[in-house]
């Protein structure tokens, strides 16, 4: 198949996004398949690479998202479309890129939504009341679910949204992590020492604040830690003068472009936060699993679904209570189970589950 897939929100410094993207991209062509990636970007390109066909189309950067651009310009997307004859659509933006349903539909190409974010946790987050929110959302979610053939959502968390309002085109596939790159490796915190690192985008759906604030509280409870926080993102600037202003030992890493570096601080760490309320998978977490390094996340999000017994999960400002109930565990059986626990999620599983579900909406035609 030709499986054309279409993302905005992704820049040189994202994160989960873009490293799933790749990893599918790579496994589709490895299984024989034609991958074509379409992205926004800073200048037109179309270059083949290890994930297959990326092109990226010139796009205006977002204001106030950190850097983020969004394919605008639907005619363009749309003759691009044309050309390139999809056999099959795969699009993981359910917002901007929602109309690409209707191109698929007329054209008579089978096509695929990847619910990369929950709609109810981000409107939670804006000032639009409880109700209102909800409201908004559920109208997103039943276009979404009616402009393609199948829903596919990382964690049953994920799901709930669209299983609310009485979805039944979903399916479950769970991403994966690269267990040869985030391995357990040695250990290189000072004796004595609590290391915490915070490895995501700073911005504020991602509520990197939080990771401040359980810094603070256990240096309150005498335990000596000390945060590496390794992202960027607009919220960057704020976050520095805050552990500049309560002189709290923090470090900022920026955006680490190897893999192989994130992974060596991953694994030297004794806890990973994800204080994230609105992830519905969580990929950096998962990723520390794979190091040995165990992780407390929000429990608000999908990540207790994914961590389950090998982190800890809070809810609210302050995962402090939860880094003491990790640090509580003898050291070696943490890290085991962290790095078992990652080890029942692949990305070889991940991409044969995408790959059954563009096969059966093949399979199925496309509904007049």
């Not at 096509?111 to 109810?120: C, G, I, P, Y």
């Not at 009616?146 to 991403?175: D, H, K, M």
């Amino acid at each position: 198949m030709r499986i054309v897939r279409l993302a905005n929100f992704v820049a040189p410094r994202s994160g989960g996004l873009r490293t799933s993207l790749g990893e599918l991209g790579a496994g589709y062509l490895a299984a024989g398949h034609e991958p074509v990636l379409i992205i926004p970007g800073r200048h037109d390109s179309d270059q083949q690479s290890a994930q297959g066909r990326v092109i990226t189309l010139r796009a205006l950067r977002v204001p106030f998202t950190g850097g983020y651009r969004v394919l605008w310009r639907r005619r363009r997307v749309a003759a691009l479309l044309s050309q390139l004859e999809p056999d099959s659509l795969e699009v993981s933006d359910r917002t901007t890129l929602r109309w690409t349903g209707r191109w698929a539909r007329r054209h008579g190409v089978p096509a695929v939504m990847v619910s990369h974010e929950s709609l109810v946790a981000l409107f939670r987050l804006m000032p639009l009341g409880r109700g209102l929110s909800r409201r908004v959302a559920d109208w997103l979610n039943r276009r979404t679910a009616l402009g393609y053939q199948q829903v596919i959502c990382t964690t049953s968390w994920a799901a709930v949204e669209f299983e609310r309002i009485g979805v039944r085109n979903l399916a479950r596939v769970p991403l994966g992590v690269d267990l040869t790159t985030f391995r357990v490796g040695p250990r290189r915190a000072a004796a004595g020492e609590v290391l915490l690192v915070h490895c995501g985008r700073l911005s504020a759906e991602k509520k990197p604040q939080r990771s401040l604030n359980t810094l603070a509280s256990l240096r309150a409870d005498g335990v000596p830690a000390r945060l590496v926080v390794a992202g960027d993102g607009p919220l960057r600037a704020r976050l520095e003068r805050r552990a500049a202003r309560d002189g709290l030992p923090v470090r900022f890493a920026g955006f680490l472009p190897g893999r192989a570096e994130l992974a060596a601080l991953l694994g030297g760490a004794d806890v990973a936060i994800a204080p994230g309320p609105a992830e519905t998978f969580g990929l950096a977490a998962l990723e520390a699993l794979a190091c040995g390094t165990p992780v407390v996340v929000s429990a608000e999000s999908a990540l207790p679904e994914v961590v389950g017994e090998a982190g800890a999960s809070v809810a609210g400002e302050d995962l402090a209570q939860g880094v003491h109930a990790v640090l509580a565990r003898p050291e070696a059986a943490r890290r085991e189970a962290a790095r078992a626990r990652a080890e029942q999620y692949s990305w070889a599983a991940a991409v044969e589950g995408f790959l059954a579900v563009h096969r059966a909406c093949s399979q199925q035609g496309i509904p007049v």
